[in-house]
């Protein structure tokens, strides 16, 4: 590393735009939303100033205050204290306060000061703060701060430039480091006010298009309405925009591969082509704009502002099962998928409920889940209107996250009840202001969240989907054999061994056999189902139409259960394991989920047998 | 009267925040997010279930708090300030 490079940190306030900063600055992109707690990890990136000069940036996790409360906290703390393991002080702090919020935000700014470091104040999202006519005067805040202050617009492309000019230039002297004690952090609000009185005129405390907003999605009735409307409305939506559009896809996919096939000679390599490849990925890559609908819903209401307000009207809820508020965004993260929403929880200050949070989050219907959701709907459940506008196949799709959310919960107050220890969890969470998506960030997520299923379709599920096609076609049959050749290849001897657990919960072999590589990803039981139907000739007219005549609903029913509960993804046990380090953690969710599933599964196979 | 008991709308100012054991760091964290003496609170919302959380605004800012945390401030009304 040269001499010249300097280390720049990013801290502030949770959501005062670092991360938005961060991106600006290094051309990267971490996820920005609007809401505390999205940042819980150093990030690093760096870039070529003007100058020349190489800038290292560090991206912390938001805190209000030095006083760690939580995993996330500490990292920030350590940071800035130079006691990181492996990681000196940074040679520059950019302390980032939001301009439009310098109350809460000025108090940080101090207490940051107060370490003895290099401080730069970066006053960002200054476009919102001259919309709503606040009016800073920037040079008497630097004087009174003693510290450079720059005015920043994270979100707009050269927003930084001001930033950049003066961390380019000479590092900033260190104030002197001050001794933190009761006294003088009471001391701190003091010098807060007087500097607001001097520096800032504000027109309005709050902005008015909050308070109006809030009258409506805070209230106790339509409040609660309006949150139910919200869910169901983005659950029809992935079915009427989502579904057509896969099917388009997946109808292309199997146009393809027959042309393809007849360009090649019959044998082993044209069977892996149409049935492994066209047949097994293509219909996975069919589910793909289901899935880009989903998180379309899912980055406006994260940049909207709305999901705290969710997580406030239903936090007694949460508390009635043992779970705080605090526990509402990682939990809905966990519905584009557990990873994310498992590291999220490091956002929860209470070591216990951030265990009870992870262990419920992979209930929570992650993404990868819907491929075979939809899949399974589009065989088995009639397209029929209710009440003339709702599609039935999307009351299905919604009641399977609804049942994945009733398990979380009753999970949770099995949880609370075994727990002895009853101590208080805090809540404390700041409501941010609404703000309006702009469509370059959504189209940039869907993109990312597209490559990332493109690049597990080309990987991993392309991998095993292979193997599959291996298994299921060698060896082949032995001279003389009678029955269908798939009978006698690896696939069947395995598949016909599990049905002897799964037979009980209505699973042929085939399905007992795709739920092998579905714990590598969930989304391969399509692809493996696809192929071992292919290589059987069992699946013209596509999977879906070659399930509907294979099992009957109640099987279909139990497998959807299965998927909602079953413990599926090794990825997401890795990370429990690395987050609660701890073996006997992962062997409890394993064991629990796996339970659970089975004994669902049992019950609504026997049951819907019964009924039909 | 603590703010768990303001009701929705009064314009109030924080008295100060309550430990409710030694080394609180609940109220430690309120401090810092500004319920200092004097700094004007109002009840902005109420939650839908059993009254709970409640909605604080404060200077410029809006926390949702349990009434536990909210018990924790003692406030007084506006014109006795
Ligand atoms: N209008 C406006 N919004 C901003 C600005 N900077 C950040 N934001 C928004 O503020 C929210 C929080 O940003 P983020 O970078 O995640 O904050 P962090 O928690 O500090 O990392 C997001 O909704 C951003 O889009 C800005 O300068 N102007
Ligand atoms: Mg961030």
Redesign the pocket.
Same mark, same amino acid.
């Given at each position: 590393m040269s001499a010249s490079t300097l280390r720049i940190a990013l801290v502030g306030n949770p959501n005062c735009g670092?991360?938005a900063l961060f991106n600006q600055l290094t051309g990267g992109r971490q996820k *920005?939303a609007n809401y505390a707690g *999205?940042?819980v990890e150093r990030k690093e990136g760096r870039f070529t100033a003007p100058s020349g000069r190489v800038l290292q940036i560090l991206?912390l996790p938001?805190t209000y205050s030095f006083e760690a409360n939580s995993p996330d906290e500490q990292i920030t703390r350590d940071v800035c204290a130079g006691n990181y393991p492996g990681e000196a002080a940074p040679d520059l702090i950019i302390c980032v306060a939001d301009a439009t919020n310098l109350r809460l935000h000025l108090r940080f700014v101090l207490e940051v000061k107060r370490l003895g470091r290099p401080v730069v104040l970066a006053l960002n999202m200054m476009d919102t703060a001259r919309q709503r006519g606040i009016v800073i005067d920037v040079p008497e805040l630097q004087r009174r701060l003693g510290l450079p202050v720059v005015e920043t617009i994270a979100v707009k492309r050269g927003g930084a430039k001001a930033l950049i000019e003066r961390v380019d230039g000479e590092v900033p002297a260190a104030a002197p480091a001050q001794p933190d004690d009761a006294a003088s952090r009471a001391d701190l609000h003091a010098q807060v006010r007087d500097i607001l009185t001097a520096t800032v005129t504000m027109p309005r405390t709050t902005a008015a298009l909050d308070d109006a907003l809030d009258r409506w999605a805070l209230h106790p009735v339509f409040g609660l309405l309006i949150l139910a409307v919200v869910m169901f409305l983005v659950f029809q939506a992935v079915y009427a925009a989502g579904k057509p559009m896969s099917d388009l896809i997946g109808g292309g996919f199997g146009w393809l591969g027959e042309h393809v096939a007849a360009l090649m000679p019959a044998g082993p390599l044209q069977s892996l082509v149409t049935n492994g490849l066209f047949g097994g990925i293509g219909t996975v890559l069919g589910f793909l704009p289901v899935i880009l609908v989903l998180f379309f819903f899912i980055l406006v209401l994260e940049e909207s502002g709305y999901l705290p307000r969710a997580a406030f009207l239903l936090d007694r809820l949460m508390l009635s099962v043992g779970l705080t508020g605090r526990s509402f965004i990682p939990l809905l993260s966990s519905f584009a998928c557990a990873i994310p929403g498992i590291m999220g929880t490091r956002s929860i200050q209470d070591p216990r409920d951030r265990l009870a949070t992870i262990l419920i989050a992979p209930l929570m219907t992650c993404s990868a889940r819907l491929p075979v959701y939809a899949l399974l709907i589009g065989a088995f459940i009639p397209i029929r209107y209710v009440f003339g506008v709702f599609n039935l196949q999307g009351i299905v799709l919604f009641s399977l996250y609804l049942v994945g959310i009733l398990g979380a919960m009753a999970v949770g107050w099995v949880m609370k009840r075994i727990r002895r220890d009853k101590s208080e969890h805090a809540l404390l969470m700041e409501l941010p202001s609404y703000r309006m998506p702009k469509l370059r960030d959504v189209v940039i997520g869907l993109y990312e969240r597209g490559a990332i299923f493109l690049k597990r379709l080309t990987g991993v599920i392309l991998g095993l989907t292979v193997l599959m096609w291996f298994i299921s076609t060698f060896p082949s049959p032995p001279a003389g054999a009678t029955g269908p050749a798939i009978n006698y290849s690896f696939a069947g001897y395995i598949g016909r061994g599990l049905q002897y657990i799964f037979a009980p919960i209505g699973f042929n072999w085939q399905i007992s056999l795709a739920l092998i590589p579905a714990f590598a990803a969930r989304e391969t039981a399509v692809a493996a189902l696809a192929t071992v139907y292919l290589v059987g000739g069992e699946a013209s007219g596509g999977l879906g139409h070659a399930l509907a005549g294979q099992i009957s609903l109640a099987s279909a029913l139990s497998l959807l259960v299965w998927f909602a509960y079953a413990p599926q993804c090794m990825s997401t046990l890795a990370v429990i394991r690395r987050e609660t380090n701890s073996w006997r953690n992962v062997t409890i969710s394993f064991g629990y989920m796996f339970g659970m599933a089975y004994a669902a599964s049992f019950i609504v196979y026997q049951v819907a047998r019964m009924l039909t | 009267m603590r703010l768990s008991e303001l009701p929705k709308g009064a314009p109030a100012v924080v008295d100060r925040v309550h430990d409710a054991h030694a080394a609180d760091p609940i109220a430690q964290r309120l401090r810092d997010l500004g319920f200092v003496d004097g700094e004007p609170v109002r009840v902005v919302a109420i939650g839908p279930m059993g009254g709970d959380p409640v909605l604080i605004q404060i200077g410029y800012t809006r926390f949702a708090l349990r009434r536990a945390e909210a018990a924790r401030v003692s406030v007084r009304s506006e014109v006795a300030a």
């Open positions: 670092k991360t *920005v *999205v940042t991206d938001g | -």
